[in-house]
């Protein structure tokens, strides 16, 4: 399975937020769309980082409640490692497992096309794992 067959299904919208935005705001953000990381991305989606609540529970520890109203750009992940559309679900492990990160852009160009989480991933699996099974099961059955 590719990364355009899970964007297929789960759709193309990615919780974006401005730099100059407050890590409070972003925390907002994470705790209304019930999500773990947002993109940042300029002017025509072009990305600039990803924020994801490890970097604000970072920037609480260092700087206690007050370090909330520092900007996202602050503490965001500058290199962001992408994927593109035709990657394959066992590409985006590989990157997620080898960058222990739980988040993985989507990118066209530079620009943000859609976004994949671990739980995407993780879910997938084991549909195919299932899958597999129930043609074993199938083919057993038959012989
Ligand atoms: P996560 O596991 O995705 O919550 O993120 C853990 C750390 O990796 C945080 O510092 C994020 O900013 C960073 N991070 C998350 N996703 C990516 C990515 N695709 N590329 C680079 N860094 C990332």
Request: glycine share 6%.
């Amino acid at each position: 399975m590719t990364v355009s067959a899970i964007l297929k299904q789960k759709g193309h919208d990615v919780v974006t937020v401005d730099a100059r935005a407050t890590l409070l705001e972003a925390c907002d953000l994470l705790a209304a769309r019930r999500i773990g990381a947002v993109v940042v991305v300029e002017g025509d989606r072009q990305i600039r980082g990803i924020l994801s609540e490890r970097d604000i529970v970072r920037a609480v520890a260092r700087d206690g409640a007050k370090g909330l109203t520092a900007p996202v750009d602050s503490c965001m992940t500058r290199e962001v490692v992408t994927c593109r559309e035709a990657d394959t679900i066992d590409r985006v492990m590989q990157l997620m497992t080898t960058g222990r990160f739980r988040h993985l852009p989507v990118a066209d160009n530079g620009r943000l096309i859609g976004l994949i989480s671990i739980g995407d991933v993780v879910k997938r699996r084991i549909e195919q794992v299932e899958r597999d099974a129930e043609e074993l099961r199938a083919y057993i059955t038959a012989a």
